[in-house]
């Protein structure tokens, strides 16, 4: 069943439990402007992933970005740079598997 309620920041969204993205109605970043996890910065970096690194869901939220090759931003605690190496260090394991 879905309904919708306002967020913080007088948004409303819809929520809906059977959604992929589900999960992202618990995430610590809904209290915080959008611009926190897309920094231009290290030290904005810093401060996406101190939030993150409190969040229930940023386990969720990095396989998310992972699975759906989200290429900006912080995601589960997680800068662009980082999910590329998480993301390479996989095809290696999976072709090192393979042989």
Not at 24 to 30: L, N
């Amino acid at each position: 069943m879905k309904n919708s309620t306002p967020d913080d920041f007088g948004r409303i969204t819809i929520h809906d439990p059977e959604s992929v993205t589900s999960w992202m109605s618990a995430g610590k970043c809904r209290i915080h402007p959008p611009s926190v996890f897309f920094p231009s910065d290290g030290a904005g970096v810093e401060r996406a992933q101190a939030i993150c690194n409190r969040c229930p869901v940023s386990e969720r939220c990095l396989q998310y970005a992972l699975e759906f090759r989200i290429e900006h931003g912080v995601w589960g605690g997680a800068s662009e740079r980082e999910r590329r190496r998480i993301l390479r260090r996989r095809k290696i394991e999976l072709s090192s598997a393979d042989h």
